[in-house]
């Protein structure tokens, strides 16, 4: 199976997880996977919270209805995509920039259901470079402290240029290489410690609840 093929059976496997009328959606290829199966049970569902403007163009586009996230009070489930995952649930999240609406979006959900091709399942997290958003002021004065935290950080640029890239929020991010991260909790606790950081791309404080990876052998749950 391809890599596509293995997002798409995770992101068929994850319908069986909605529940509750409003739907926490996130961000990436996998998600857009999911995105397409929601939208055969729209009927089904009150409308979504998206995790980013992309999310929120592609769930408009299937006629589902996308919410303000200051108009709803609580979300039963997110789903969504990660770089990384741990048999613990914690994740590296932000390839896809989105990190900072996806942890929002997560935070007010009882449930996180993370859905991603087998190959995302690691160890020991750190060999995807951590996303880390920033205010554009700071991304200097940030990245210094995070190579004092044994990074090497590099700022991500808008493809094709030599200019920085500008997330959803007006922010910018910084591609941190070369940690073993080996206290997860520790870690994004000490990152979100530093001025000028929005957010960071750990999540570990707040994990996945519920894990479903593609593989070759079929859809592997873990809990
Ligand atoms: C976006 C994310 C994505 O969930 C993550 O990058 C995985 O993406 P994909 O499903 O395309 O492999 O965190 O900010």
């Known amino acids: 199976m391809t890599q596509d093929e293995l997002k798409q059976a995770v992101a068929r496997a994850a319908i069986a997880h909605v529940e509750g009328d409003i739907i ?24 979504t919270v998206a995790s980013s403007e992309a999310t929120a163009a592609r769930l408009a586009a299937h006629g589902i209805a996308v919410l303000d996230l200051n108009d709803v009070a609580e979300i039963a489930v997110y ?11 914690a994740m590296i999240k932000g390839g896809g920039a989105a990190l900072t609406r996806e942890k929002i979006v997560a ?26 958003e920033v205010l554009p002021m ?30 959803d929020n007006g922010g910018n991010i910084l591609d941190v290489a070369g940690l073993a991260i080996t206290d997860p909790k520790g870690l994004e606790a000490q990152i979100n410690q530093i001025v000028g950081v929005i957010a960071v791309g750990l999540f570990a404080a707040r994990g996945a609840d519920v894990c479903l990876l593609g593989t070759a052998d079929g859809v592997r749950t873990l809990t």
């Open 24 to 47: 926490g959606v996130g961000t990436g290829s996998t998600a857009n996977f999911f995105i397409d199966e929601l939208a055969k049970i729209k009927h089904q569902i009150k409308g």
């Open 79 to 89: 789903i969504d995509g990660a770089d990384e995952i741990t048999e613990q649930g």
């Open 107 to 132: 935070s007010v959900s009882k449930k996180f259901v993370c859905i991603a091709d087998g190959s995302k399942l690691v160890d020991v997290m750190g060999k995807f470079p951590l996303p880390v």
């Open 138 to 167: 700071a991304r200097n004065a940030v990245a210094r402290q995070l190579a004092a935290l044994g990074g090497q950080p590099k700022l991500r640029l808008k493809a094709g240029t030599d200019e920085a890239f500008v997330t």
